[in-house]
């Protein structure tokens, strides 16, 4: 069974930088692709990138394009999302999901999800 935990989320001002992680249990991260969604208050869940596990292809949303950037530790059994230059439009739940690559991405197991608030 696919266990997958967020860490690394927290408040920040605008501008500013975070990195997520998402540790894989129950099956090697390079065997599955993981993707990284997000869930605004009041809003629908929405994907933000996902990494393949075969070609280490990437997708990333238009709105973190050039902002955010996906990666995966294969040793730690680790993906990350940096992202960067942060805007209060950023503050959601982010969650990591492991599943098919597709296109499009096909979640099948989803962890507990990390707050990210960014405001001055």
């Known amino acids: 069974q696919v266990q997958l935990v967020e860490s690394g989320g927290g408040l920040v001002q605008p501008g500013e930088s975070l990195t997520l992680s998402c540790a894989a249990s129950g099956v090697s991260s390079d065997l599955v692709a993981i993707g990284w969604f997000r869930q605004a208050p009041g809003k629908k869940r929405e994907g933000v990138s996902c990494?393949?596990?075969?070609?280490?292809?990437?997708f990333y949303a238009d709105f973190v394009k050039g902002r955010f950037t996906i990666s995966r530790d294969n040793v730690k059994n680790k993906v990350y999302l940096q992202m960067n230059s942060l805007k209060p439009e950023d503050t959601a739940v982010y969650y990591c999901?492991?599943?098919?690559?597709?296109?499009?991405?096909?979640?099948?197991?989803w962890g507990q999800g990390t707050q990210v608030t960014v405001s001055s």
């Open positions: 999901a492991a599943g098919d690559y597709g296109p499009p991405f096909g979640p099948f197991s």
């Open positions: 990494i393949s596990s075969l070609d280490g292809g990437r």
